[in-house]
């Protein structure tokens, strides 16, 4: 039999629980019922990444809405255990973009790309340092936030899967680098990467004020990874020509009503301080130069121990829920992965 996640009522507000997945058993498929093109797969890491609580509601997000009744599905890396395409073999490692949370099953071939086994890269790394969450912190740092060395950078979520690559990219590129997260233990992790100042923003009181303490003459840079009052309390906080890079809203994924949705109050500062805010969604550039240069970039860099990658790994298809919960009161520390 094969086990898989599957939603098991939508989340339309609030936090998600437990209750609403369940995992449930289906006949195993065989290498009999592959057709031409198709391959059999058998996933061995799970990324767990915060836009899947969005979906759970049935609405789209980066990509479409979960449908109950169905498997969960998001990015894994997986083995080929029977091949019907000449495209990948039994064996072969193997990314699929929209795989299934379920310990086996049948795809097209054409859904699935071919990974490298390398020395010194596990397969995990695929959904890790060289994967989703750090090509986002390279788009949105370097490509879109046009760093330049000196300038003060501001990074949330910054023990998080995006966020210790931005803080790593950030010192690298000889900025002044600023970390926020939520537990001691992460302020302390943000420092050894590098940051050369770190705050527990669920303990610092007044954000203003806490950001202000950190940088007195304000921010070049803000790298937003939560949205809400923290950006509210950012835009007081601006240098003149400052960038903030949106990325993401993951303190307003659980409001439970529209009306609820925090509202921006100090816009006015993008005028005054004639700061740019961008938006950034990297799904439209993987197959892009700037994808190629990113896996090059970084992997010299992680082979060389020049960035490090901090993973909050659970082990058991049957804890990926429990993972995905985890993201939003902070429990996973690191690039939230689960191992099948
Ligand atoms: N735009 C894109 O193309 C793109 C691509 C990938 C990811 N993203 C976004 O990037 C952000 C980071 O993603 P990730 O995968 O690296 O996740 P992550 O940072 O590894 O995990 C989520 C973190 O959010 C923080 N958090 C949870 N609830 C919060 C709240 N109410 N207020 C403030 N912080 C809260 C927690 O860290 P603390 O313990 O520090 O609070 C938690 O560990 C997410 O918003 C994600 O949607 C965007």
């Known amino acids: 039999m094969a086990t898989r996640v599957v939603l098991k009522t939508y989340v339309k507000s609030g936090f998600a629980e437990l209750s609403n997945f369940s995992i449930d058993h289906v006949p195993a498929p065989s290498r009999d019922q592959l057709k031409s093109g198709e391959a059999l797969i058998r996933p061995l890491y799970l990324s767990v990444d915060p836009h899947q609580r969005g979906r759970m509601g049935g609405q789209s997000t980066y990509v479409g809405g ?97 966020g210790q690559i931005v803080v790593q990219l950030a010192k690298i590129h000889g900025l002044y ?75 307003q994924k659980n409001v439970t009503s529209a009306n609820e949705q925090y509202g921006l109050k100090n816009l006015f500062y993008l005028i005054s301080k004639e700061a740019t805010l961008v938006g950034i969604n990297v799904s439209g550039h993987f197959n892009s130069p700037i994808h190629d240069e990113f896996v090059s970039q970084i992997s010299n860099l992680y082979r060389e121990g020049k960035v490090k990658f901090k993973i909050a790994e659970l082990d058991g298809i049957e804890k990926a829920p429990q993972a995905l919960l985890d993201l939003y009161d902070g429990t996973n520390f690191g690039k939230s992965i689960v191992k099948v």
């Open 66 to 162: 979960y449908k109950t009744g169905e498997p969960i599905t998001n990015y894994l890396v997986a083995r080929v255990a029977a091949s019907a395409s000449s495209a990948v073999h039994e064996g072969d490692l193997v990314y699929h973009g929209e795989g299934k949370w379920q310990t086996e099953y049948i795809v097209k071939a054409s859904d699935l790309t071919k990974l490298p086994d390398q020395e010194g890269i596990n397969p995990r790394d695929y959904l890790g340092v060289l994967g989703v969450t750090s090509f986002t912190a390279f788009y949105g740092f370097q490509v879109r936030g046009c760093p330049k060395a000196g300038e003060t950078i501001l990074v949330t979520s910054a023990a998080g899967g995006v």
């Open 177 to 251: 680098v600023i970390g926020v997260a939520g537990s001691d233990e992460k302020v302390e992790y943000v420092k050894q990467i590098g940051a050369d100042k770190a705050f527990n923003y669920k303990t610092c009181g007044d954000y203003a004020t806490a950001i202000k303490k950190a940088a007195p003459e304000g921010v070049d840079m803000y790298f937003d990874n939560v949205g809400g009052p923290f950006l509210d309390a950012v835009l007081l906080n601006l240098k003149n020509g400052a960038r903030i890079i949106g990325c993401g809203i993951t303190s």
